[in-house]
T-cell receptor
């Protein structure tokens, strides 16, 4: 069964600290993996996309990794800010159709305290 | 900032009422979607459209219907709302991401529906 599992379910850190969010998937075949950030009361916004050939990609304070062999991805946030408080959702796409079916994780709820 | 808009943001209605959730995008995207999201749960696809006059049901069984008469407009209608329909409804459109071979979703801010 194609699934996307995220951990931890929730996380509280102090401002300025680093954190790492995990995403494990069983989706096959695999096309790509995206991390989205969803602020409270808003729709998700794409942070980064990881394709099969990519291992690491950085976008400002966000660094995503992908291990396609173990089917794991992580999102590392450096020097956290209050505005990083949000739900982070991992979404995996297969290659089963022209569109590519999407499999969503339940998200990790990150809270950054001052 | 994505140019996709949903109205209303919040809606509280009584059981049995007919409602329409509006979604419009100004990006010219052919593909549009409706997702349902409950707290702490994953998004579930309830409807999608590949273009004008094209609509399909998604993975999650839904009593709602959609229409796509214009590219920019993708409304969702519930003929008779029930408490089980209480949820957040997210509209999205997508565009192929250059060089990535995949679609990037752009979401609206959602409609929080409460049926009493």
């Amino acid at each position: 069964k194609n699934q996307v599992e995220q951990s931890p379910q929730s996380l509280i850190i102090l401002e300025g600290k680093n954190c790492t969010l995990q995403c494990n998937y069983t989706v096959s075949p695999f096309s790509n993996l995206r991390w989205y950030k969803q602020d409270t009361g808003r729709g998700p916004v794409s942070l980064t996309i990881m394709t099969f050939s990519e291992n690491t990609k950085s976008n400002r304070r966000y660094t995503a990794t992908l291990d396609a062999d173990t089917k794991q991805s992580s999102l590392h946030i450096t020097a956290s800010q209050l505005s990083d408080s949000a739900s982070y959702i991992c979404v995996v796409s297969d290659r089963g159709s022209t569109l590519g079916r999407l499999y969503f994780g339940r998200g990790t709820q990150l809270t950054v305290w001052p | 900032e994505a140019d996709i808009y949903q109205t209303p943001r919040y809606l509280v209605i009584g059981t049995g009422k007919k409602i329409t959730l509006e979604c419009s995008q100004t990006m010219g995207h052919d593909k549009m979607y409706w997702y349902q999201q409950d707290p702490g749960m994953e998004l579930h696809l309830i409807h999608y459209s590949y273009g004008v006059n094209s609509t399909e049901k998604g993975d999650l069984s839904s009593e709602s219907t959609v229409s796509r008469i214009r590219t920019e407009h993708f409304p969702l209608t519930l003929e008779s709302a029930r408490p089980s329909h209480t949820s957040q409804y997210l509209c999205a459109s997508s565009d192929p991401e250059p060089g990535q071979g995949s679609e990037k979703l752009f979401f609206g801010s959602g409609t929080q529906l409460s049926v009493l």
